[in-house]
């Protein structure tokens, strides 16, 4: 039995910090649910360090392999003559390795610390009750080693899960059958090249939070941010399995019982590139008092997985199914909250579940490609192009105009990020062009060539002064902007597009495109990265 409880010490997951003591009962309050770091005691602590240090050389070795192995082959080190020591060398060095970690289960099976822990975890895994479960949220630990709490399949057929969600596909011209084997055939490079490059470090460059290094120069920040959701907010940390078998780390704080008037709301927050729910977005609507729930791209802390856009959509989709299931939320209780990259998965959610309540999208834009054009030289367009459309395709307005739910969008006033010249040309936002294809789908008739014009000029307003000043240099009526579009929804209560506006005079209908354009978006006097005060987050209009 002794053996045994070491062996579970020496695979064991590392153990970050106690929450609180599993013996102890819940507070009713916020108060006094400080936690601790655990201390690990000095033999597990050096040889924690040693491996540490091994897995930090490991993934420089990994990213760094390529230039490596040339540089090797160059100077004639890839040889037998040369990798028969090299390789008597490695396994040296693995089997002290070996050893140390074996020292390391030791230190840790004489600390009654995790020796609590372990037991515990070991117990969860076998018999998975609600009691197990409340002890075991009382640690952070690995996240690969945390238990299932909710799967896609409890809800869907398994069957159905090898081919993911469904994502709008880019549309391909129509070619004859000869010319379309010769035309595979041409362009067989170029679809190598972008895979190599999709999977290499075009994946990375679009989400660096995915990147390992940088996540282990996050983790104590991380490490920071979920003790502080967790023991201040009363936070759970729940694992979903999606259907593609990607794990996915999600952070759930429950307001419904505090009495507030937005407790019964569940906000879903969708992080940005290099967001993560313990330090990103999720913060701004927990500070406004409504329930919250976010999650982690795949590849970002403890979620598994990469971040493409079908591996995001099937995890959005079983996060989803998680509030609905097993939380209790009706869909007309949620309102999805997005921050810039995480407006994809915003979109995606809205499209494929119409009844969600309202959309916030923060800092996002309309499509991934004018964007990748930016940082990328002119000569590499068709390349380009063909990437981003196959494998990183973050259609959002696409996916956005399949909505007809409230929508409210932020526009960052000085974004440096989600411009195509700079943050001092407000009107390279690509979130001015978010605004454009929404207002143009839903309201045609309104959105003509000189509407278009008009709000134009109201999103060359780089401050709420300039704002102000083109709306009533135009003199708009928002009392009779509102009695015009009631009185038209009341008579038909039809989806978008609406034919509003069709026999209007030009001057009405330049009234009606800036009132729309100003319920529609919001600016924020600010750059990309600020996060966004409670204040400045409100429930999208609604007429």
């Given at each position: 039995?002794?053996?045994?409880m070491?062996?579970?010490?020496?695979?064991?997951?590392?153990?970050?910090?106690?929450?609180?003591?599993?013996?102890?009962?819940?507070?009713?309050g916020?108060?006094?649910?400080?936690?601790?770091?655990?201390?690990?005691?000095?033999?597990e602590?050096?040889?924690?360090?040693i491996?540490?240090?091994?897995?930090?050389?490991?993934?420089?070795?990994?990213?760094?392999?390529?230039?490596?192995?040339?540089?090797?082959?160059?100077?004639?080190?890839?040889?037998?003559?040369?990798?028969?020591?090299?390789?008597?060398?490695?396994?040296?060095?693995?089997?002290?390795?070996?050893?140390?970690?074996?020292?390391?289960?030791?230190?840790?099976?004489?600390?009654?610390?995790?020796?609590?822990?372990?037991?515990?975890?070991?117990?969860?895994?076998?018999?998975?009750?609600?009691?197990?479960?409340?002890?075991?949220?009382?640690?952070?630990?690995?996240?690969?080693?945390w238990?299932?709490?909710?799967?896609?399949?409890?809800?869907?057929?398994?069957?159905?899960?090898?081919?993911?969600?469904?994502?709008?596909?880019?549309?391909?011209?129509?070619?004859?059958?000869?010319?379309?084997?010769?035309?595979?055939?041409?362009?067989?490079?170029?679809?190598?090249?972008?895979?190599?490059?999709?999977?290499?470090?075009?994946?990375?460059?679009?989400?660096?939070?995915?990147?390992?290094?940088?996540?282990?120069?996050?983790?104590?920040?991380?490490?920071?941010?979920?003790?502080?959701?967790?023991?201040?907010?009363?936070?759970?940390?729940?694992?979903?399995?999606?259907?593609?078998?990607?794990?996915?780390?999600?952070?759930?704080?429950?307001r419904?019982?505090?009495?507030?008037?937005?407790g019964?709301?569940l906000?879903?927050?969708?992080?940005?590139?290099?967001?993560?729910?313990?330090?990103?977005?999720?913060?701004?609507?927990?500070?406004?008092?409504?329930?919250?729930?976010?999650?982690?791209h795949?590849?970002?802390?403890?979620?598994?997985?990469?971040?493409?856009?079908?591996?995001?959509?099937?995890?959005?989709?079983?996060?989803?199914?998680?509030?609905?299931?097993?939380?209790?939320?009706?869909?007309?209780?949620?309102?999805?909250?997005?921050?810039?990259?995480?407006?994809?998965?915003?979109?995606?959610?809205?499209m494929?579940?119409?009844?969600?309540?309202?959309?916030?999208?923060?800092?996002?834009?309309?499509?991934?490609?004018?964007?990748?054009?930016?940082?990328?030289?002119?000569?590499?367009?068709?390349?380009?192009?063909?990437?981003?459309?196959?494998?990183?395709?973050?259609?959002?307005?696409?996916?956005?105009?399949?909505?007809?739910?409230?929508?409210l969008?932020?526009?960052?006033?000085?974004?440096?990020?989600?411009?195509?010249?700079?943050?001092?040309?407000?009107?390279s936002?690509?979130?001015?062009?978010?605004?454009?294809?929404?207002?143009?789908?839903?309201?045609?008739?309104?959105?003509?060539?000189?509407?278009?014009?008009?709000?134009?000029?109201?999103l060359?307003?780089?401050?709420?002064?300039?704002?102000?000043?083109?709306y009533?240099?135009?003199?708009?009526?928002?009392?009779?902007?509102?009695?015009?579009?009631?009185?038209?929804?009341?008579?038909?209560?039809?989806?978008?597009?609406?034919?509003?506006?069709?026999?209007?005079?030009?001057?009405?209908?330049?009234?009606?495109a800036?009132?729309?354009?100003?319920?529609?978006?919001?600016?924020?006097?600010?750059?990309?990265?600020?996060p966004?005060?409670?204040?400045?987050?409100?429930?999208?209009?609604?007429?």
């Amino acid at each position: 039995m002794a053996g045994w409880m070491w062996l579970r010490c020496v695979l064991g997951p590392h153990l970050h910090r106690i929450h609180r003591s599993p013996d102890q009962s819940r507070p009713e309050g916020r108060s006094g649910r400080r936690g601790w770091s655990y201390q690990p005691r000095s033999l597990e602590k050096h040889t924690d360090s040693i491996l540490g240090w091994a897995s930090a050389l490991w993934s420089l070795s990994y990213y760094s392999s390529p230039l490596l192995l040339c540089y090797l082959y160059r100077k004639g080190y890839i040889c037998s003559s040369k990798l028969v020591p090299v390789s008597q060398y490695l396994g040296t060095v693995l089997v002290c390795l070996l050893g140390v970690a074996c020292l390391r289960g030791w230190g840790r099976w004489k600390n009654s610390e995790y020796l609590q822990f372990i037991t515990i975890l070991e117990e969860t895994k076998k018999n998975h009750t609600p009691a197990n479960k409340k002890k075991v949220r009382c640690y952070d630990f690995d996240f690969s080693f945390w238990p299932s709490d909710f799967s896609w399949t409890e809800v869907n057929n398994p069957k159905l899960s090898k081919a993911g969600v469904s994502l709008l596909k880019p549309e391909h011209r129509l070619r004859g059958a000869a010319d379309t084997v010769l035309n595979s055939v041409r362009t067989l490079p170029c679809h190598i090249i972008s895979f190599l490059i999709a999977h290499s470090f075009g994946r990375r460059m679009l989400y660096p939070g995915s990147v390992g290094l940088l996540q282990k120069a996050m983790r104590p920040m991380l490490q920071q941010g979920q003790a502080r959701l967790i023991e201040e907010f009363d936070g759970q940390r729940n694992k979903l399995v999606a259907c593609d078998g990607n794990e996915i780390d999600t952070m759930f704080v429950d307001r419904r019982r505090d009495g507030g008037p937005n407790g019964q709301t569940l906000v879903i927050c969708c992080e940005g590139n290099a967001g993560f729910y313990e330090v990103g977005c999720m913060n701004t609507p927990l500070e406004g008092g409504y329930s919250v729930l976010g999650w982690n791209h795949p590849g970002f802390g403890g979620s598994t997985g990469v971040p493409f856009p079908q591996n995001e959509a099937n995890a959005m989709d079983v996060v989803i199914q998680f509030a609905i299931h097993k939380l209790g939320f009706q869909l007309s209780d949620i309102v999805v909250y997005a921050w810039s990259i995480g407006g994809f998965t915003a979109s995606w959610a809205v499209m494929s579940y119409p009844e969600i309540q309202s959309l916030v999208l923060d800092a996002s834009f309309d499509d991934l490609l004018p964007l990748a054009l930016k940082v990328m030289p002119d000569s590499w367009r068709p390349l380009v192009q063909h990437t981003v459309r196959q494998y990183m395709n973050l259609n959002n307005a696409e996916q956005l105009l399949k909505y007809q739910g409230p929508v409210l969008l932020i526009r960052r006033t000085r974004d440096e990020i989600i411009t195509t010249t700079g943050p001092e040309d407000v009107m390279s936002n690509r979130g001015n062009d978010l605004l454009l294809k929404l207002l143009q789908f839903r309201y045609p008739k309104i959105m003509t060539d000189e509407g278009v014009r008009v709000v134009r000029q109201w999103l060359g307003s780089s401050n709420h002064l300039e704002e102000a000043s083109v709306y009533s240099g135009y003199e708009v009526d928002d009392d009779w902007c509102v009695s015009v579009l009631q009185s038209y929804q009341a008579d038909r209560d039809v989806l978008f597009p609406w034919s509003v506006g069709e026999d209007m005079t030009l001057e009405g209908r330049r009234q009606l495109a800036l009132f729309l354009a100003r319920k529609y978006m919001r600016n924020f006097e600010t750059t990309h990265c600020t996060p966004l005060p409670a204040s400045e987050f409100h429930s999208p209009w609604r007429l």
